[in-house]
């Protein structure tokens, strides 16, 4: 089995312009030796991956009347890089706005050893955070450092933000039905399916 263990950190209080508006979770990957329906918990596990995710909060900023551009801007470069890109006026621009949510999902680091790569885990680590960390985001972000790199995460649906660039951002629409990830023989090796109805889907298998 493939399992995501995760650290997060909480602030209590009215979020400000230093804290409060990031939300950062820690993600460890790793494989057990039992299966999803076995709750023992001497299992041995190996970890196979690391990632490193950021909930920002644009919604609460707006609510609390706070700059989500100083917010991004007093959490670094990297993070004031995205405002442009997807925001105008503390808000997402219209074509990113599609109404399933008010928040922006942000990968900015994943690691996943290059066996597990091979079986698409990283993939698959990807899909499980979206459903269930960015579920309340309406764009999942994360950055790219080649066009292979891009290409292959335009499997999941994900697309350039930044076009013309070598290396830059790319998106996710969560409003969208992206494909599904799935372990289809049950032995740590994930395809990506198409997310179509159940019937059509036994038809194309």
């Known amino acids: 089995m493939i399992g995501i263990r995760i650290v997060g950190n909480l ?7 230093d804290r409060g508006l990031i939300t950062w979770l820690h993600c460890i990957v790793y494989e057990s030796s039992g299966n999803d329906d076995d709750e023992c918990e001497d299992d041995d596990e190996t970890d196979i991956g690391s990632a490193l ?7 609460e900023a707006a609510h609390c009347n706070v700059s989500l551009l100083d ?22 621009k219209d074509e990113y706005d599609q109404g399933q949510g008010t928040d922006l ?9 290059d066996a597990y790569r091979k079986r698409n885990v990283d993939l698959a680590v990807v899909r499980r955070l979206c459903a269930s960390f960015a579920a309340g985001c309406e764009l999942v972000v994360m950055p790219y450092a080649s066009e292979d790199e891009a290409k292959h995460w335009s499997m ?3 697309v350039v933000s930044t076009e013309g660039q070598a290396s830059g951002l790319m998106h996710l629409q969560q409003a969208l039905r992206g494909p599904r990830v799935v372990d289809v023989a049950g032995n740590g090796r994930f395809r990506v399916l198409p997310n179509v109805e159940p019937e059509r889907l036994r038809k194309m298998n």
């Open 11 to 17: 602030t209590v209080g009215e979020p400000n312009e």
């Open 53 to 59: 995710v950021a909930i920002i909060h644009v919604g």
């Open 71 to 92: 917010a991004l801007d007093a959490e670094g470069a990297e993070f004031e890089a995205l405002y442009p890109v997807y925001f105008d006026e503390d808000w997402l």
């Open 105 to 113: 999902f942000y990968i900015a680091e994943l690691s996943i050893d």
């Open 156 to 158: 999941l649906g994900f």
